[in-house]
C-alpha cells in the first residue's frame, strides 16, 4: 500500500436532498451531510469530525438517529445495491455496528428511516414501484415484518415510530396517511382515511396517538387516533405594501401540547414533483418540528411559524414568524431569502432552531431573540457561513496568503481562509462563473464568466473589477507561478496577458477540440494544455510556437499537470488510465481500475501525486508510480471531483466537486520522510483599500469619536446625577432604619416589661391552683374514706344472703329428684303400646314396596329403550363438536406459541425494569445518605442559630449602655446647639453684606458687557457713515467741476454764436463761421474720446469702489470675530472668577464645618473640664464661649478683608486689559457714559465691613 496518507480536516458544504440531512447530537453538537461523509460540527469550539461512507458508495439517502442519541442509520446506494448502515455515535472515533445489506426482499433504494423510542427497532421504507415498509430487530438483522404501503407508484415521503410505543406507525406520501399497528408478526392499518387525498410532506408526532401533518396547499392537521381532529390553512397574502406576510386562518377544534420531536426530511425531488400541479401561491409545508410550547412548520420559501398554545382556551395560534434575511452580497437580494426549508430541528434544551435549505444553507435562530421581537417577524442567522449551492467550477490557491478562492454554478465567488475554516469574501453576480485563479500574492483574481473574462481587486471587504477581456465562457484560467502573466482558454485557444501592462502577448492555436486543462511549469516558460481533442501540447511562450506534442484522439483528457523539474507531464482523461508523457510520447499508462480519472495534482516536493474520480473519491500514491494497484483511496464527495489543488507548502490538498462541497486534507508521508516545505515568511496579513473607503471610514471614526466624547460626558453628567440621587436615597434609608431601630428598640423594652408582668401574673396562678388542688385532695381522702365504710357494711349483708339462698335451692334440688323418677315410669308404659302400632303399620308398608318395586322394573325397561336412542343421537352430535374443538385447539396453540413470544419479550422488559428499579434503589441510598448529610448540616445550623441568638443578647447589652452614654451627649449636644445658635447670629449680618455686595459686582460687571457690546456696535456704524460720506463728497465735487465747466463751455458757445448772427446778412461768411463752430465744438474723433475717456474713468472708479468695499467688509467680519474672541476671553475669566468665589466659600464652610467638629469632639472628650472647675455653674462655659467668639469674629472679618482685597484686585486687572484691548483695536468709550467709580465702591465696602 501506498505511504502517503490524506486525512480530512474540514468541509464547506451541505447536502440537503438527503432526507432528515440535520439533528443535534448534544447541545453544543450538530450532524449533517457532506459529500460523501456525515459532519460532526461543534458549533462553539468550530471543529469538524467525518463519518465517512462506505466503500464504494454512490451516495447518501437519508439519515436518521436514535432517541437516545447512540445510534445513526445511514441509508447508502453500494454498488447500486441499497444498504443501511449504522454507526455509533458516542464512541471515538465512530464505528460501525450493524451493517443491513441482505435482503430476501426487492428493494431500490431506502428513502426514509426512524428509529424505534427504545433504540431497538428500525423502520425504513423503500422506493416505488415496491414501496415495501420494512419493520427490523436491527441488532439481529431480522426482519419482524413487511407490508407494501402503496400498490400506484406514488412517493412515500415519511416513515415514524409513536414516541412512546414500538408497535405504532406513522406513513405519509401522496394521497397516503396511515397509520399501522405491529402484532402477530404483521403491519396492520388501524386507520381508515376519510375525505379528499392530500399531497401530505411532513408529519410529527405531538402525543402518543396525536400527529400533526402537513401538505403542499399550506394545511395542517391534527389526527387522533387516526381521526381528524383539527386544521388550519397558511394562506399567503399581498399586503399592500408589497411585501408577503403569512396569515392563518379557518381553525377549528384544539390542539393538545406538544412535546419536542424532531421531524424527518422527505426527498426533496419527490415533493417538487408530486406537488408541480399545485397553485404557487399556497405554501408548501415540507418539514414540521414539535416543541414543548408548540411546533414549528415551514410555510413557504423562506419562512417559518412558529404556533403555541393559549393558556387558557383549547387551540393553538400563530405566534412568531421567523424569515431568511435578505442577503445583501446576492446579485438579487430580493429574491436571496425564497429558499424552501426541507428541515427544522430544535437543541435538546430547546434553546436554538436549526433549519436547511434548499439552497444548501443552514441557518440557527436563539428562541429568546424570538421572544423579543414581537410584532414584528425574527430573523434567520447564518450557522456557519453561506455555502455553495450547485457544482464548484473553479478552484485556486496562493503563495502570500491561506486563501482559497472557489467559483460555482450558483453564480458566486467566495475566498475561504483554510487556516482559521471561514469565509473571508463571498459575492453573486448575474452571470455563471466557470474558472477562477488566484494572484500568488493573493490580492488579485482572474475569473472567467460566462460574458467576459474579469480581472479583479480582492479588497478588505469586496471584490471589484478594474479590467474586462472580451472572453466568452472561458472553462480554465491561471495565473504564473511568478504572477507576471496569466492564461485564459477560449475554446480551443488560449490568450496568455501580462499582469503589468493587462495587454495580450500571445496567442496559442492549435488544438482542435474544447481544452479541458492548462499548468504553468516551475519557471513559467512554459505551458502544457490538454484537451477533447485528445491532444497534450507543451508551448514555449518566448516563441508563441509548440516544443512537444502528443495527439491520442481516442481519448478525451480532463486534466494535466507537470512535474516539478517540467520533464514529463502526467495527463488523465476518459479512457481510464494515468499516463506519464515525455517528449511527445506516452511513457506509460497506468490503469484506473474501472473508474475514470478527472484531476490530478502532484506535489512540489515531487514525492505525492492525487487523483480525483468520477465516483467522488481520491487516491494518494506515491511517486514513481507503482506498477501495481498500490494506493490509497478515500471517499470524499458524492459526484465527480471537478478540481484539485495542493497548497505551496504541500501541507494541505484541496477537493471540489459537483456535490458543491469543498473539503480540505491533511497529507503527510507514513515513511517519515518531510513533505513540509520550510516558509521563509509567514503569510501576509496586508488588504487592498480604497483611498474613498478610508476616507469615508476616517470620517464616520471621528464622528464616532466625538460621539463617544459626547456619551461620555452625558453619562459622568448622569452617573453624578445618580450619585448624588443614590447618596441622597441612602441618606434617608439610613435615617429611616435608624428610626425604625429606634421604635423597635423601644417596643422590645415594652414587651419585655409585658413579659414580666405576665410572668409575675402566672407564678401568682400557678400558686392558687397549687393551694386549690392541696384543699381539693385532702376533700377527696375524706369522702374516700367514709364510702369505703358504707361498702364494707354492704358486703357483710350480701354475705348472709347468699348463705340463706344456698339452702333453700338444696331444699328444691332433694323434692325435684323425686318428680323426676314418677315421671319417668309413666313415660316408658306409654311408648311401649306406641311401638307395637308401629310393627303393624312398617308390614303393611313393605307390602305397597314390593308392588311398586314391580311397576319400577316395568318402567325401567321402557327408560332403557328410549335412553338408547337419545344416547345414539348424542353421540353424532358431539362427534362433531369434537372435530370443531380440536381445529380451534390448533388455531389457539398458534396463538399461544404467539402469546410465548410476547411473553419473552414481556419478561426481557420485566428484566429490564427490575435492572432499572435497583439502580434507582441505589439512586435512593445515595439520596438518603444525602439527607441525612442535610439533616447533620441543619443541626449544625440550628447551634450556629443558638449562638448568633447569644450574640444578639450580648449585643443588645451594649446597644443598652451605649444608650446611657447616648443620652449624656445628649446633654452636651444641648449645649453646643445653644453655642452654635449665638455663632449663626453673629455671622448672618456678615454674610448679608457679603450677598449684596456680590450682586453689585455682578450688576456693575453685566453694566459694563453692555456698554461694551454698545461701543462696538456704534465704532462700526460711525465708521461705516464716515466711509459713505467721503464717498459721496468726492462725487459731489467731481460734479460741480463738471457744471463749472460745461458753463465756462456754454459762455465761449454763446459769444462765439453772436459773432456769427452779425454775418446773417452774408450766407458766404455765415456758412463758413457756423462751419468753424461746428468743427470747434462738434468734432467727432474728439467726442468719441472723451466719451471712451468717461466710460473707462467710469469702470476704474466702479472697480475701486468695489475693491474698497471688499475691504471694508472683511475689515468688519475681522473686527467682530476679534470682539468675540475678546468677548470669550472676557466672559470666560468671568467664569474663572466666579468659580474661585464658589471655591472660596466652599472653603469657609469646610472650615467652619471643621472647627465646630474640633470643638465637638472637645467636649466629647471632656478636654474643657480641665479649663473650668466642677463647682462653677451651667452658665459659665456660656460665658468662655463668648470670650472667645470675639476672637473668632475677628479671624473671620481679616479673612473677609483679604477675599474682597483680592476680588478688588481681580477686577482692576480686568478693567486694565479691557483698555488695552479698546486701544488696540481703535475702541473709544462713548461720551456721555460713565461707569460707576470703582474706588467708591471700594470705599462703600470698606466702610460696610468695618
Known sequence: MSAVVAQTLHVFGLRSHVANNIFYFDEQIIVFPSGNHCVKYNVDQKWQKFIPGSDK???????????????????????????????????????????????????????????SPDSKYLLAQTSPPESNLVYWLWEKQKVMAIVRIDTQNNPVYQVSFSPQDNTQVCVTGNGMFKLLRFAEGTLKQTNFHRGEPQNYLAHTWVADDKIVVGTDTGKLFLFESGDQRWETSIMVKEPTDGSKSLDVIQESESLIEFPPVSSPLPSYEQMVAASSHSQMSMPQVFAIAAYSKGFACSAGPGRVLLFEKMEEKDFYRESREIRIPVDPQSNDPSQSDKQDILCLCFSPSEETLVASTSKNQLYSITMSLTEISKGEPAHFEYLMYPLHSAPITGLATCIRKPLIATCSLDRSIRLWNYETNTLELFKEYQEEAYSISLHPSGHFIVVGFADKLRLMNLLIDDIRSFKEYSVRGCRECSFSNGGH???????????????????????????????????WNADDSKLISGGTDGAVYEWNLSTGKRETECVLKSCSYNCVTVSPDAKIIFAVGSDHTLKEIADSSILREISAFDVTYTAIVISHSGRMMFVGTSVGTIRAMKYPLPLQKEFNEYQAHAGPITKMLLTFDDQFLLTA?????????????????????????????????????????????????????????????????KDINYSEKIKELTDKFIQEMESLKTK????????????????????????????????????????????????????????????????????????????????????????????????????????????????????????????????????????????????????????????????????????????????????????????????????????????????????????????????????????????????????????????????????????????????????????????????????????RDLEALVKRFKTDLHNCVAYIQEPRLLKE??????????????????????????????????HLERNLATLKKKVVKEGELHRTDYVRIMQENVSLIKEINELRRELKFTRSQVYD???????????????????????????????????????????????????????????????????????GVRLPSLSNSEVDLEVKTN
Open 485 to 519: 502573466l496569466f492564461a485564459a482558454v477560449n475554446g480551443n485557444v488560449i490568450h496568455v496577458y501580462t499582469t503589468t501592462s493587462l495587454e495580450n502577448i500571445s496567442n496559442l492555436k492549435g488544438h482542435t477540440g474544447k481544452i479541458r486543462s492548462i499548468v
Open 57 to 115: 458508495s454512490q451516495g447518501m439517502l437519508a439519515l436518521s438517529i436514535s432517541p437516545n442519541r447512540r445510534y445513526l442509520a445511514i441509508s447508502e446506494t453500494v454498488q447500486e445495491k441499497p444498504a443501511i448502515t449504522i454507526y455509533e455515535l458516542s464512541s471515538i472515533p465512530c464505528r460501525k455496528r450493524k451493517v443491513l445489506n441482505n435482503f430476501d426482499f426487492q428493494v431500490q433504494k431506502f428513502i426514509s428511516m426512524a428509529f
Open 1073 to 1106: 463761421k457756423v462751419r468753424g463752430l461746428f468743427e470747434k465744438y462738434v468734432q467727432r474723433a474728439d467726442m468719441v474720446e472723451i466719451a471712451g475717456l468717461n466710460t473707462d474713468l467710469q469702470q476704474e472708479y466702479t472697480r475701486q469702489r468695489e
Open 657 to 721: 466537486a459537483e456535490d458543491g462541497c469543498l473539503f480540505t486534507w491533511k497529507v503527510f508521508d507514513k515513511d517519515g520522510r518531510g513533505i513540509k516545505r520550510e516558509r521563509e515568511v509567514g503569510f501576509a496579513e496586508e488588504v487592498l483599500v480604497i483611498k474613498t473607503d478610508m476616507e469615508e471610514k476616517a470620517q464616520v471614526m471621528l464622528e464616532l469619536k466625538t460621539r463617544v466624547e459626547e456619551l461620555k460626558m452625558e453619562n459622568e453628567y448622569q452617573l453624578r446625577l
Open 1161 to 1231: 469632639l472637645e467636649a466629647a472628650l471632656k478636654l474643657t473640664k480641665k479649663v473650668r472647675p466642677q463647682e462653677v455653674s451651667e452658665t459659665e462655659p456660656s460665658r468662655d464661649v463668648l470670650s472667645t467668639a470675639p476672637t473668632a469674629r475677628l479671624n473671620e472679618q481679616e479673612e473677609t478683608g483679604r477675599i474682597i482685597e483680592m476680588q478688588r484686585l481681580e477686577i482692576q486687572r480686568l478693567r486694565d486689559q479691557i483698555q488695552e484691548q479698546e486701544q488696540v483695536t481703535g475702541f473709544h468709550a462713548l461720551a
Open 748 to 1043: 422590645n423594652q415594652v414587651l419585655r416589661t409585658e413579659k414580666e408582668k405576665q410572668d409575675v401574673y402566672h407564678r401568682e396562678h400557678i400558686e392558687d391552683l397549687l393551694d386549690k388542688q392541696s384543699r381539693e385532695l385532702q376533700d377527696l381522702e375524706c369522702c374516700n374514706n367514709q364510702k369505703l365504710l358504707l361498702e364494707y357494711e354492704k358486703y357483710q349483708e350480701l354475705q348472709l344472703k347468699s348463705q340463706r339462698m344456698q339452702e333453700e335451692y338444696e331444699k328444691q334440688l332433694r323434692d325435684n329428684d323425686e318428680t323426676k323418677s314418677q315421671a319417668l315410669e309413666e313415660l316408658t308404659e306409654f311408648y311401649e303400646a306406641k311401638l307395637q302400632e308401629k310393627t303393624t303399620l312398617l308390614e303393611e308398608a313393605q307390602e305397597d314396596v314390593r308392588q311398586q318395586l314391580r311397576e319400577f322394573e316395568e318402567t325401567k325397561k321402557q327408560i332403557e329403550e328410549d335412553e338408547d336412542r337419545e344416547i345414539q343421537d348424542i353421540k353424532t352430535k358431539y362427534e362433531k363438536k369434537l372435530r370443531d374443538e380440536k381445529e380451534s385447539n390448533l388455531r389457539l396453540k398458534g396463538e399461544t406459541g404467539i402469546m410465548r413470544k410476547k411473553f419473552s419479550s414481556l419478561q426481557k422488559e420485566i428484566e429490564e425494569r427490575t435492572n432499572d428499579i435497583e439502580t434507582l434503589k441505589g439512586e435512593q441510598m445515595k439520596l438518603q445518605g444525602v439527607i441525612k448529610s442535610l439533616e447533620k448540616d441543619i443541626q449544625g445550623l440550628k447551634r450556629e442559630i443558638q449562638e448568633r441568638d447569644e450574640t444578639i443578647q450580648d449585643k443588645e447589652k451594649r446597644i443598652y449602655d451605649l444608650k446611657k452614654k447616648n443620652q449624656e451627649l445628649g446633654k452636651f449636644k444641648f449645649v453646643l446647639d445653644y453655642k452654635i445658635k449665638e455663632l449663626k447670629k453673629q455671622i448672618e449680618p456678615r454674610e448679608n453684606e457679603i450677598r449684596v455686595m456680590k450682586e453689585q459686582i455682578q450688576e456693575m460687571e453685566a453694566e459694563l458687557e453692555n456698554f461694551r457690546k454698545q461701543n462696538t456696535q456704534l465704532e462700526l456704524n460711525i465708521t461705516e457713515l464716515w466711509q459713505k460720506l467721503r464717498a459721496t463728497d468726492q462725487e459731489m465735487l467731481r460734479e460741480r467741476q463738471k457744471e
